[in-house]
């Protein structure tokens, strides 16, 4: 092979790994440079979804969908930063860079707190987490062409004719590339970016299964706090009852059924305090699992429950500018509602709707649909062949050169594709009944977490005024006039006992309440903070971490 033969065949390899797009032989846009964003905003066009944040009119730093043409499809430098998928939830916690923050004896652990620390600690958390890196090199690969230029060489050194004089050496030269007539890598670039796109959804759906999990726990401890707090005071009281008792049997004022009466009570608020006391170190010990932290640090939680207030559903929602202009709330549904709330009755569900849509795994469904739907499209693609072609040099055993074409292409007679295309379309609808059936559910669940909700805050409002004298200062008057001699044994044990049961079951009005919280941010993603009157810290803007 001279040199003017090799030249032309290092031309024509370059030129066909040059034409190997198919944007070369298809109309459909690929996915190349600024084209990544067209792509992007296809996808968003078929998901349409906005974060919950921005319809509330608080700071957030993006929608979902706006992320999805940065992060979700380009790679970041290694000079840039994105945002985890957890600020995408709409809990207003940060997740800091540089050493995890550890709360020490001296501090009190508060409920965003607490949540923060689970979405940084949390181990079943960390390993959902660990699943994006995978589907962010799934689209990479799926962005790379597979088809490489194949070289093929033939090469026949001995020949003779019929004389028997020795001929040219004999040889072949082909370079062909494989050309994608239907357009295949487009949609397997669509595919990747859906499917990167729900596995982000199940990330921040753990995430906020995760925060709503440690509001329970959180709010579990408190609650088993609270009881063991009241039955520590009550043993206390009751030790001083059966010295006072002591004292005056002494003095001739009182009979030894009165101090055994006093020292047997003693015993069973005493025997009920240390109960409470294991049922408190449980929770609490529940709750350090789920913040992965060891069961040696002791610190104080705070008491935020007991001061404030829970902010109806209805007048979150009212005071969103975005949702309500989009569709009003028909405020005259009230009227109906056993609960006082609006957004329950079925004439406001497209409002209800309109919040659940923001729901992680809902959105991850909605991606669930799109990738099905792109797989679809790469199987009608897959029913064209592909082309193979390139150019041939060939020069034979008397030295004659001869220049050409070499084209292949596969025959659709056994395997025409349609069965592939038929489950793929199987496939799609599948995902499609899911999509819509997990919807369905989520406002179901939604309804019923709020209605449990607006149930739980009424009846905490209406016990407030009733509880917020102390356990102590409620039983004073009684044992006063005990003292006096005004009222016997009896008595002050049938008082306490219904002062008892009446803060126990504020206590667990306040733990239904709580419970209902964390189904509220479970169901809808209204973070708690939200939810509460009382003015919280204000936690600064969400950081941002680099992608690994």
Same mark, same amino acid.
């Given at each position: 092979?001279?040199?003017?033969t090799?030249t032309?065949?290092?031309?024509?390899a370059?030129?066909l790994?040059?034409?190997r797009?198919?944007s070369?032989l298809?109309s459909?846009p690929?996915i190349?440079g600024?084209?990544?964003?067209?792509?992007?905003?296809d996808?968003n066009?078929?998901?349409?979804?906005s974060?919950?944040?921005?319809?509330?009119?608080m700071e957030?730093s993006k929608a979902p969908?706006?992320?999805a043409?940065?992060?979700?499809?380009?790679?970041?430098?290694?000079?840039?930063s994105?945002?985890?998928a957890?600020?995408?939830?709409?809990?207003?916690l940060s997740?800091?860079?540089?050493?995890?923050?550890?709360?020490?004896?001296?501090q009190?652990?508060?409920?965003?707190g607490?949540?923060?620390?689970?979405?940084?600690?949390?181990p079943?958390?960390t390993?959902v987490?660990a699943?994006?890196?995978?589907?962010h090199?799934?689209?990479?690969?799926?962005?790379?062409?597979p088809w490489?230029p194949q070289?093929?060489?033939?090469?026949?050194?001995y020949?003779?004719?019929r004389?028997g004089?020795?001929?040219?050496v004999s040889?072949?030269?082909?370079?062909?590339?494989?050309?994608?007539?239907?357009?295949?890598q487009?949609?397997r670039?669509?595919a990747a970016?859906a499917?990167?796109?729900?596995?982000?959804?199940?990330?921040?759906?753990?995430?906020? $299964?995760?925060?709503?999990?440690?509001?329970?726990l959180?709010?579990g401890?408190l609650?088993?706090?609270?009881l063991r707090d009241m039955?520590?005071?009550l043993?206390?009281?009751?030790?001083q009852?059966?010295?006072?008792?002591?004292?005056?049997?002494k003095?001739g004022? &009182?009979?030894?059924?009165?101090?055994?009466?006093?020292r047997?009570?003693s015993?069973?608020?005493?025997?009920?305090?240390?109960l409470?006391?294991?049922?408190y170190q449980?929770?609490y010990?529940?709750?350090?699992s789920?913040?992965?932290?060891?069961v040696?640090?002791?610190?104080a939680?705070?008491?935020?429950?007991?001061?404030?207030?829970?902010?109806?559903?209805?007048?979150i929602?009212l005071a969103s500018?975005?949702?309500?202009?989009?569709?009003p709330l028909?405020?005259?549904?009230?009227?109906k509602?056993?609960?006082g709330?609006?957004?329950?009755q079925?004439?406001?569900?497209?409002i209800?709707?309109q919040?659940?849509?923001d729901?992680?795994?809902?959105s991850?469904?909605?991606?669930g649909v &799109?990738?099905?739907?792109?797989?679809?499209?790469?199987?009608?693609?897959?029913k064209r062949?592909?082309?193979?072609i390139g150019?041939?040099?060939?020069?034979?055993?008397?030295?004659?050169?001869?220049?050409?074409?070499q084209?292949q292409m596969d025959?659709p007679?056994?395997n025409?594709?349609?069965?592939?295309?038929?489950?793929r379309y199987?496939e799609w609808r599948?995902?499609?009944?899911t999509?819509q059936q997990?919807?369905n559910?989520?406002?179901?669940?939604?309804r019923?977490?709020?209605?449990?909700?607006e149930r739980?805050r009424?009846?905490?409002?209406q016990?407030?005024?009733?509880s917020?004298?102390?356990?102590?200062?409620?039983l004073?008057p009684f044992e006063?006039?005990f003292?006096a001699?005004?009222?016997?044994?009896?008595?002050?044990?049938?008082?306490?006992t219904?002062?008892?049961?009446?803060?126990q079951s504020?206590?667990?009005?306040?733990n239904?309440l709580?419970l209902?919280? &964390?189904?509220v941010t479970?169901? $809808?993603?209204?973070?708690p903070q939200?939810?509460?009157e009382?003015?919280?810290?204000?936690?600064?803007?969400?950081?941002?971490?680099?992608?690994?």
């Open positions: 092979m001279n040199r003017a090799l032309v065949m290092i031309a024509s370059a030129l790994v040059g034409c797009i198919p070369c298809h459909s690929v190349r600024e084209q990544v964003r067209h792509t992007a905003n996808l066009h078929d998901l349409p979804a974060a919950l944040y921005a319809r509330l009119g957030h969908e706006a992320e043409s940065t992060s979700l499809l380009e790679s970041p430098r290694a000079d840039e994105v945002q985890l957890s600020v995408d939830l709409p809990l207003s997740i800091p860079t540089g050493d995890p923050f550890v709360p020490s004896e001296a009190e652990l508060s409920l965003e607490a949540i923060q620390l689970a979405l940084e600690r949390n079943n958390l390993t987490r699943s994006e890196p995978v589907a090199a799934a689209f990479h690969v799926a962005e790379t062409y490489n070289f093929q060489t033939q090469v026949l050194p020949s003779r004719d004389n004089n020795d001929g040219a040889q072949q030269h082909v370079i062909v590339q494989t050309f994608e007539l239907g357009g295949q487009h949609y670039e669509r970016a499917n990167w796109r729900q596995v982000s959804g199940t990330v921040r759906q753990a995430e906020l $299964t995760t925060a709503a999990q440690t509001i329970t959180f709010f401890a609650f088993q706090h609270e039955n520590q005071a043993a206390e009281m009751n030790e009852l059966v010295g006072v008792m002591q004292r005056r049997q003095a004022q &009182a009979n030894n059924a009165d101090v055994e009466l006093a047997l009570q015993q069973t608020t005493r025997r009920q305090q240390r409470t006391e294991a049922s449980t929770a010990v529940n709750l350090l789920q913040l992965n932290l060891s040696s640090i002791e610190f939680l705070s008491n935020e429950w007991l001061q404030c207030r829970w902010r109806p559903i209805d007048e929602i500018p975005a949702i309500t202009t989009a569709t028909n405020q005259a549904s009230e009227m509602s056993d609960v709330c609006m957004l329950t079925p004439e406001n569900e497209t209800l709707r919040i659940i849509g729901r992680p795994d809902v991850a469904a909605r991606a &799109a990738m099905a739907r792109e797989n679809l499209r790469l199987a009608k693609a897959m062949p592909n082309l193979q150019p041939m040099w060939q020069r034979d055993e008397t030295a004659t050169q001869y220049w050409g074409v084209a025959i007679v056994v025409t594709g349609s069965t592939l295309v038929s489950q199987a599948q995902q499609q009944v999509a997990l919807e559910r989520a406002v179901l669940e939604a019923a977490a709020i209605t449990r909700y739980s009424v009846l905490v409002e016990s407030r005024e009733e917020v004298r102390t356990l102590s200062e409620s004073q006063d006039q003292k001699g005004q009222i016997n044994l009896l008595q002050v044990f049938a008082a306490r219904a002062i008892v049961q009446s803060r504020y206590l667990d009005l306040l239904e709580a209902a919280v &964390a189904d479970q169901s $809808t993603g209204l973070p939200l939810l509460m009382e003015d919280k810290p204000n936690l600064g803007q969400a950081e941002e971490l680099p992608l690994p």
